[in-house]
């Protein structure tokens, strides 16, 4: 490390203090450290290395030590997988959503490590996407609020499981698509606006409207059911995408399912019909998105969509 020391900021070690190292000292589990005043004691106090300085000592080792290294490290992360996903009540919704949007990221950089190993470059590359991918676990597991069961993690961790060309499809007209690609080429079509008719919303709904163009308004009607979606997520994405403003107003139980409507009022409106929430479409069922043609349904819509424009606004907590 000393070698290196460029690459250890602060953050990467610290030092420990009298009171940690008289602790150690006096655990039975772990090694005896000897403490100063005893026969063969230090004199100075001893230096640790944080989760972020374990991995970038990883980097910087050679040889076989570095290579057993990185099986430990995924085997650690493998564990810490399937321990969350046992144990329920621990992981708070809004976190965990932003731990699946960056494990999506890093996912065939983690799934192929392993097979990886025998390059030592390669092995560095991963380890820093392992090591992004881990942060952000640990600061969900920091950040403990509202919890969720068990079977809503599950979709998640199925993100480490399965090759890419076998995730997240459902039906669109009939035809296998990509669930968040489906979502996005349909907002990016929009030329007025977007209505979203969902009462389960959360950080993802709002990013799969990136695509929408410059100048289109959106309007989403909900009741924010479980509360999935907080202020604080809105904050956040008005922040990475500011030419996207959203007006939210309650759906006050006028509607079930969920709809898509581009360009409402206008001649080239379009409705479109939605078997399951975007942010968990195809995840746990098959579903799929039909666009209706209909005029007698789009007349009905109509009836009900202006009574919901009268309705109060959504207040996220």
């Known amino acids: 490390m000393k070698n290196n020391i460029s690459k250890f900021d602060d953050d990467f070690r610290f030092q420990l203090t009298r009171e940690e190292l008289e602790q150690l000292s006096m655990s039975k589990k772990l090694i005896s450290i000897q ?3 005893v026969k063969g004691g230090r004199s100075k106090l001893p230096w640790a290395f944080s989760e972020a300085g374990l991995y970038m000592l990883m980097t910087i080792l050679k040889g076989d030590l570095a290579t057993q290294q990185s099986k430990t490290l995924i085997r650690i992360f493998q564990a810490m997988k399937e321990y969350i996903s046992e144990i329920q009540d621990l992981v708070a919704q809004r976190d965990m ?11 065939e950089a983690i799934r192929k490590l392993q097979s990886l190993l025998g390059d030592q470059h390669t092995v560095v590359a991963g380890q820093q996407k392992l090591q992004l991918a881990h942060e952000v676990l640990a600061e969900a ?9 068990q079977s809503d993690l599950s979709p998640v961790f199925r993100q480490f499981q399965l090759p890419e060309d076998q995730r997240e499809f459902l039906l669109r007209e009939g035809f296998p698509a990509k669930a968040d690609v489906t979502y996005m080429d349909i907002y990016s079509k929009a030329e007025k606006s977007v209505f979203i008719i969902d009462n389960y919303i959360n950080l993802k709904t709002l990013r799969l409207l990136q695509s929408v163009r410059k100048g289109v308004t959106v309007t989403v009607f909900s009741d924010n059911l479980r509360n999935h979606l907080h202020s604080s997520d809105y904050a956040d994405f008005q922040v990475e995408f500011p030419s996207i403003p959203i007006t939210f107003i309650t759906a006050a139980g006028i509607m079930h399912d969920r709809f898509i409507i581009l360009d409402y009022g206008h001649r080239n409106e379009r409705f479109y019909h939605c078997g399951a929430s975007s942010k968990d479409a195809a995840i746990r069922l098959t579903t799929a998105i039909t666009e209706l043609t209909s005029s007698d349904m789009k007349k ?3 009836a009900l969509i202006d009574q919901m424009l009268n309705n109060p606004p959504l207040v996220l907590k």
């Open 97 to 107: 959503l932003r731990l699946s949007l960056q494990t999506n990221e890093n996912t």
């Open 141 to 149: 597991l920091v950040k403990i609020g509202e919890t969720v069961k």
């Open 300 to 302: 009905h819509l109509h």
């Open 35 to 37: 403490t100063k005043g």
